[in-house]
Nanobody, 125 residues
Framework: EVQLQASGGGLVQAGGSLRLSCAASGFTFDDYAIGWFRQAPGEEREGVLCMGSGGRTTNYADSVKGRFTISRDNVKNTVYLQMNALKPEDTAVYYC??????????????????WGRGTQVTVSS
């Protein structure tokens, strides 16, 4: 059974950093794409960034380029979202999600079949 568990959220001041973790089970990253999404109150859930199967491709939203980085640890079967230079507009519930694919990943929600529970990130000004 494919399962995801996101953690690491919290309260941070603007300019600070956080690292989110997404612990995965029931599949391997060689066959699945991983995405990080976020949803602010009253807003649509948006794709922040993703990593394709095998880690061969990544796709970042313009709003986080140069500040956020996705990485993975195959031994721990965990994906990380390193967030630096955080801004108040980064405040949202963050979710990790996955789908089986051999193609470059997408930040669209459509193909993602499995979602973890979100973790709250709050950036104060």
């Amino acid at each position: 059974e494919v399962q995801l568990q996101a953690s690491g959220g919290g309260l941070v001041q603007a300019g600070g950093s956080l690292r989110l973790s997404c612990a995965a089970s029931g599949f391997t990253f060689d066959d699945y794409a991983i995405g990080w999404f976020r949803q602010a109150p009253g807003e649509e859930r948006e794709g922040v960034l993703c990593m394709g199967s095998g880690g061969r491709t990544t796709n970042y939203a313009d709003s986080v380029k140069g500040r956020f980085t996705i990485s993975r640890d195959n031994v721990k079967n965990t994906v990380y979202l390193q967030m630096n230079a955080l801004k108040p507009e980064d405040t949202a519930v963050y979710y990790c999600a996955t789908y089986r694919s051999v193609f470059p990943c997408t930040r669209s929600r459509l193909p993602y079949d499995y979602w973890g529970r979100g973790t709250q990130v709050t950036v104060s000004s």
